[in-house]
């Protein structure tokens, strides 16, 4: 992605509740076009972000711009923001056009371009002829859509998305992350979108900034963030990850010799620490799928160590394998894609494990 | 019904709290002053003289100009009251909620004789006007109660969704949080109409020498050929209260099917 202009800055953005911390010094960049993920556990400090951005909610330090200009004293109805809410926020008494015209009732424009600009945004959304439709009588995933197009008929610079996908059943929020994404494709709106499911943000962001206890852990896309996460925590958060203890043995021109929990001696790149490493104690990791197990007649391309399977988990497409390595105090989960004709592996079988020292990521 | 006797017990309850009420239209038709059977004749005289009572009818006038002011009036401090409690913290609030909420519990008695008190010391006299501050006070906690659970119910979203999409914090209330409350407005409005309506303690100590409808009817009954008129009354009275709970009912159902709600009950 080429370098866009900044559509929001966060520059040590406070906020207090009281005595409580809520919000610990954000400084970030949203630029324009971005699909922008805010994801961390609940309590972390996403949805106030969100709200900062919204104006639904002040800050007590630092500064929040919106395309260049301050926000510190422009009310949520003056910013050129709107908001997909949680709940949806549908207004129950008004139909589905009254809904998605709700933005247009300052607008000058006449009363056929008005209802033409209403039918086109149900149009985008795939609601084409609900207008005349009682809101409440419409099903969740409709709803959604009602509560998009009503957002967007205002034609904002940002589109705030407060966990929209949550309250939908699994095949219906899959179906609509890919809706989105192709939506804001389609737009060309900054969306910004809060979530505390890790998949969720993968699948639809350009970038994503990792949120703990009111600070942004990581901020980075979503490859970056899988593949090099700059914590421990990060990494857990995100997908599945291995970690065993390891120790820097030595350091030199962009390389680090680590000695890791029982696979021995290793050398991996600088870039394989996106953390701060200071030598002494550390961690590996290594995702589920950067092992495989090998089979007869299959040899490593890099590195290979002998176990024992501990555990079988069969997903249908993948089976998940707890594999004790030799040397190894602990097991280690393994993904493997399932392939017709090779059975899957018992509990108790022996078997040979390959990795990849380029795979590891190195942790404090 | 697999209990007989919890059959003949409701069955006893029923006749208990509605047995009474039966004998208003009986006798308000019996043509004869003494309230006993056996019945006489059938009769609408008492109707007729009823309309033809001034004293009556300024009593139901007063009534009336009470009943509407103070409803309006509490509902309205309900309103404010209703939403600052559900929207907003404050401190000192459930200290404030709880000062409001007292006259609930309250004697009336003792809020009567108070208040009669206070106005005679503040030299103002005793009208139709100072029942209707009396009645404010005792109807807003109902208002409150009411109103409480229409505004805690509504979604905070739904306003800051309106307020998102370039509406005024005003516009937003009457757009949206206004007609979505409605239902529990009418509601706060009906039971405060009919509160005041037939309120007697505070009316009987703060009307002066305007008499309300529940103190005229007190005064008569010392005078027994007037009874079968008040028998006459009654039966109006009851046939009115039944038509306005059938219309807030129907405004209150209306209200939900409107919104999509469940219904969760409500007064009938």
Redesign the interface.
Request: no cysteine; net charge negative; charged share 25%.
């Given at each position: 992605m080429t370098t866009r202009p900044p559509m929001i800055e966060f520059q040590d953005v406070h906020k207090y509740y009281g005595d409580y911390h809520a919000l610990r010094g954000i400084t970030a960049t949203i630029r324009a076009g971005e699909f922008f993920s805010l994801l961390g556990p609940s309590g972390c400090g996403k949805t106030t972000l969100l709200r900062t951005i919204a104006g639904f909610e002040g800050i007590s330090s630092g500064a929040v711009m919106i395309d260049g200009k301050h926000m510190a004293h422009v009310p949520a109805n003056k910013r050129p923001t709107n908001m997909v809410f949680q709940s949806y926020a549908i207004f129950p008494h008004l139909s589905v056009a009254e809904n998605v015209g709700f933005g247009l009732r300052r607008d000058p424009r006449s009363a056929a371009e008005k209802i033409r600009a209403v039918d086109e945004a149900l149009e985008m959304v795939g609601l084409k002829g609900y207008g005349n439709r009682a809101a409440h009588a419409l099903s969740g995933g409709q709803r959604q859509r009602v509560a998009l197009a009503r957002a967007l008929i205002l034609k904002p610079k940002v589109l705030l998305l407060d966990e929209p996908l949550s309250a939908l059943d699994k095949k219906m929020r899959e179906q609509m992350q890919v809706e989105l994404i192709k939506l804001q494709r389609q737009v060309g709106i900054t969306f910004v979108l809060v979530t505390h499911d890790q998949e969720e943000a993968l699948v639809m962001s350009d970038r994503i900034a990792v949120m703990f206890e009111g600070e942004i852990a990581q901020l980075d896309d979503p490859e970056t963030l899988y593949r090099r996460p700059n914590s421990r925590r990060v990494a857990d958060f995100i997908g599945v990850m291995n970690f065993l203890p390891a120790k820097v043995t030595g350091e030199s021109n962009g390389h680090i010799s680590i000695e890791a929990g029982g696979l021995g001696q290793v050398d991996i790149e600088a870039a394989q620490a996106p953390g701060k490493i200071s030598g002494g104690e550390a961690w590996v990791g290594f995702r589920p799928e950067t092992l495989t197990i090998l089979y007869e007649g299959q040899t490593a391309m890099d590195r290979e160590t002998p176990g024992t399977v501990e555990e079988v988990v069969y997903y249908g497409d993948m089976t998940y394998y707890d594999v004790r390595l030799d040397g190894v105090d602990r097991p280690v989960r393994i993904s493997m894609r399932n392939v017709f004709g090779r059975p899957v592996l018992d509990i108790g079988t022996r078997t040979r494990v390959a990795w990849s020292p380029g795979a590891l990521v190195l942790f404090r | 019904m697999k209990f007989p006797a919890l059959r003949a017990y409701a069955l006893f309850y029923l006749l208990f709290l509605y047995a009474p009420i039966l004998l208003l239209p009986i006798f308000a038709f019996n043509d004869g002053t003494i309230i006993a059977f056996p019945l006489k004749d059938f009769t609408t005289k008492w109707f007729e003289q009823m309309f033809t009572t001034p004293a009556l009818a300024q009593a139901v006038k007063n009534s009336l100009i009470i009943a509407v002011s103070s409803s309006i009036l509490a509902t309205t401090l309900g309103i404010f009251a209703a939403r600052a409690s559900t929207r907003f913290a404050f401190p000192g609030k459930a200290g404030i909620v709880g000062l409001i909420m007292l006259p609930l519990v309250l004697p009336e008695i003792i809020v009567a004789v108070s208040l009669l008190v206070v106005l005679l010391g503040l030299g103002i006299k005793l009208t139709t006007f100072t029942v209707i501050l009396g009645h404010v006070l005792i109807c807003t906690p109902y208002a409150i109660a009411i109103l409480n659970t229409a505004f805690s119910s509504l979604?905070r979203?739904?306003e800051?969704?309106?307020?998102?999409?370039?509406?005024?914090k005003w516009s937003t209330f009457r757009l949206?949080t206004l007609?979505?409350v409605m239902p529990g407005i009418i509601s706060s409005v009906l039971i405060s109409f009919t509160i005041s309506l037939d309120e007697f303690i505070i009316a009987f100590f703060l009307a002066g020498s305007e008499p309300t409808l529940p103190t005229y009817i007190f005064s008569q009954l010392r005078f027994p050929k007037q009874i079968p008129m008040i028998m006459a009354l009654g039966t109006v009275l009851v046939l009115m209260s039944v038509i306005l709970l059938t219309i807030a009912e129907y405004f209150r159902r209306r209200g939900i099917a409107?919104?999509?709600?469940t219904d969760t009950g409500g007064f009938l």
């Open positions: - | 979604d979203s739904l800051e969704a309106a307020y998102d999409l370039g509406e005024t949206i007609p979505l409107k919104t999509g709600g």
